[in-house]
């Protein structure tokens, strides 16, 4: 089963950027479908972006245009850039996984993103 690890989290000023990376592990990176969501406190988890493997992207209307999707097989890492940030991006982020064959759901353990001034 895979694992992953999410990083790049941090406190960052409206308007500014941050990239999140999510490092996997203990299986074939290329056979999963990997997302980005975030949960704010007292609201539901929200998915954010989804890359597939063939690198096809999706993203919510919420971050679309701002925010951007990629994987690196070669490094077992999915990113997810974000930019123009908002204090309504402020969340808990998390990587999410899902085998294409057996559709086994695997979390990371989320990383902290304030948007403050």
């Known amino acids: 089963q895979v694992q992953l690890v999410e990083s790049g989290g941090g406190l960052v000023q409206p308007g500014g950027s941050l990239r999140l990376s999510c490092a996997s592990s203990g299986s074939i990176f290329g056979m999963y479908v990997m997302s980005w969501y975030r949960q704010a406190p007292g609201k539901q988890r929200e998915l954010l972006a989804e890359v597939d493997i063939g690198d096809r992207t999706k993203y919510a209307d919420s971050v679309k245009g701002r925010f951007a999707i990629n994987r690196d097989n070669a490094k077992s890492t999915v990113y997810l850039q974000m930019n123009s940030l908002k204090p309504d991006d402020t969340a808990v982020y998390y990587c999410?996984?899902?085998?294409?064959?057996?559709?086994?759901?695997?979390w990371g353990q989320g990383t902290q993103v304030t948007v403050s001034s």
């Open positions: 999410h996984a899902v085998h294409l064959l057996t559709r086994q759901t695997t």
